[in-house]
């Protein structure tokens, strides 16, 4: 599986870039904050993260990524040690890839994945109280989708997403398996930039 990740992430670079560097290359970018919507371990989640995208001719963009849950996930492993359940602590981040079509001089369609990975820890809601502490466990994850973009102004644009997280090569994990972890999602981001 990790194969054909790597193998994926350089025919679409190389399949995308190809065609957009070879003309006489725009260059420009943009840092993003982004908002997210999606279910965790069947509950509703916030995940905020960013990003930051360098995009050639308007178009191909290539960049990084990294977000976190900032609100509380029950797990399913209820820790004696606590008296409660554990929350689960997630987080992901690595490589973006899009490309960007331009409709008109406000909208832009576009199509992105992210592939990297990530990492799960449980810890309590109340670390004031003993706890049993677990190492943790790392997954790969593989986010498509697809998005419009409102343009407010030259270097402000408005985002509106959605796509699917599919984490990969999870090890069973106090409770948990990678299903747990992979759903749709829905996502707004503010993208600061010209390109």
């Known amino acids: 599986m990790q194969r054909l990740q790597i193998l ?9 870039a190809g065609g957009e560097i070879a003309a006489q290359t725009k260059h420009g970018g943009y840092f993003a904050g982004v908002f997210e919507l999606t279910p965790v371990n069947k509950q509703k989640t916030v995940i905020a993260g960013g990003k930051a995208v360098w995009v050639f001719n308007g178009g191909f ?5 990294y977000f976190d849950i900032i609100n509380n996930v029950e797990s399913n492993y209820y820790d004696d ?17 899009e490309y960007n079509l331009n409709i008109n001089d406000k909208i832009d369609l576009g199509a992105e994945i992210l592939l990297g990975g990530g990492g799960i820890k449980l810890l309590p809601k109340d670390r004031t109280k003993p706890f049993r502490d677990f ?13 419009i973009s409102y343009k ?19 090890k069973p994990y106090v ?21």
């Open 8 to 16: 994926t992430i350089f025919a679409l670079t190389a399949f995308l």
């Open 61 to 65: 963009g290539i960049g990084g990524a």
């Open 175 to 195: 409770g948990h398996s990678a299903k747990d972890f992979s759903d749709y999602s829905a996502a707004f981001a503010i993208r600061l930039g010209e390109y």
């Open 81 to 97: 040690t606590a008296g409660a359940k554990s929350m689960v602590q997630l987080n992901y981040g690595g490589m973006t890839l």
């Open 135 to 147: 190492y943790g466990n790392d997954f790969l994850v593989w986010v498509p989708g697809v998005n």
């Open 152 to 170: 407010v102004a030259s270097v402000l644009r408005l985002t509106f997403s959605a796509g699917y997280r599919l984490v990969t090569d999870f």
